[in-house]
């Protein structure tokens, strides 16, 4: 579809960034060429449902704060990554290189209902600086009244085996974190990065007192409970779920990241991580998503 027949989409630039927005008579959304990254997304007359750091900065080659980034092809540091996927991995900065990288514009699908817009990337030899490597990415967002729902497929094209692993990087608003919680993580082996990467159990719902950085074993669908409501998250094609708070003393040290911003915000990461990790024989793909939408 050519640009000139979209009715909701329109292309916008934002700071030093090209931009895809959405404007349909009920829904709203955001989305960045760099990285597939969507900023913003919300209901007609509903605040938003993703949070964005108020001093985000829209940049080349630089991450945004907020919003769900795309990790891809390693998720976290890469020392922390499986001997496979770190094997690949020529650099020290974590979360990959797909969340700075330019996507294409693929498709933009407009009904009365729903937008759904696609972008691809070819992690190919561009990337070689960062990555031994080769694979097609697709994102398609979907978005309608209901919520949004984010898809990532990565196909091998090569014959050698690819492992990678990667995580949708959701940051939620919150009005006050010392009373949100996410519910469905009951019972469900995590390591806490904080605790020397040891082993643990999870008992009750996942509370906020502090800097919280969780790998939990488990896809399974979570409600996250804040002051203002609910949200449900569903995983597609994930068996690891990441639970982050930066608390006070390490929200200081962050990038574009106001000081008591903290308070205000956490993320819930549907992710492919640890032992979760993915491997794709030759013409094999893995998909990763994610629905974001009422309880």
């Known amino acids: 579809m050519k640009p000139g027949h979209w009715s909701f989409t329109r292309w916008a630039t934002v700071g030093q960034l090209e931009a895809i927005e959405v404007h349909h008579p009920q829904f709203r959304a955001r989305l960045f060429l760099q990285g597939a990254h969507l900023t913003h997304f919300a209901p007609r007359d509903e605040p938003e449902w993703l949070w964005l750091s108020d001093t985000a900065r829209f940049e080349p080659e630089r991450a945004i704060r907020g919003g769900i980034p795309v990790c891809w092809p390693w998720f976290g540091v890469p020392d922390k990554n499986p001997p496979e996927v770190r ?45 031994q490597g080769r694979a097609l990415l697709l994102m398609t967002f979907n978005f309608s009244a ?15 085996p690819l492992a990678f692993s990667q995580a949708l990087h959701t940051y939620l608003p919150t009005s006050d974190i010392r009373q949100t919680r996410v519910e469905g993580l009951e019972n469900c082996g995590y390591v806490d990065s904080l605790k020397d990467w040891s082993y643990h159990t999870q008992q009750g719902a996942v509370q906020f007192d502090g800097e919280t950085d969780r790998i939990y074993e488990s896809g399974n669908p979570l409600i996250v409970a804040t002051p203002a409501g609910f949200r449900k998250l569903t995983a597609i094609g994930s068996d690891s779920t990441v639970v982050w708070n930066p608390g006070h003393e390490k929200a200081a040290q962050l990038s574009d990241f106001p000081g008591e911003a903290w308070q205000s915000m956490l993320c819930v990461e549907t992710a492919n991580a640890l032992s979760d990790y993915r491997v794709l024989n030759e013409g094999q793909s893995h998909t990763l998503g994610v629905m974001i939408g009422r309880v």
């Open 87 to 131: 094997r690949r991995i020529h650099t020290n900065a974590s979360h990959g290189f797909a969340r700075t990288a330019v996507w294409k514009l693929e498709d933009v699908r407009e009904t009365a209902q729903e937008v759904e817009i696609s972008l691809s990337l070819d992690a190919n030899a561009d990337f070689a600086d960062a990555w």
């Open 146 to 160: 209901d919520g949004c729902q984010l898809v990532l497929s990565t196909t091998n094209p090569g014959t050698e």
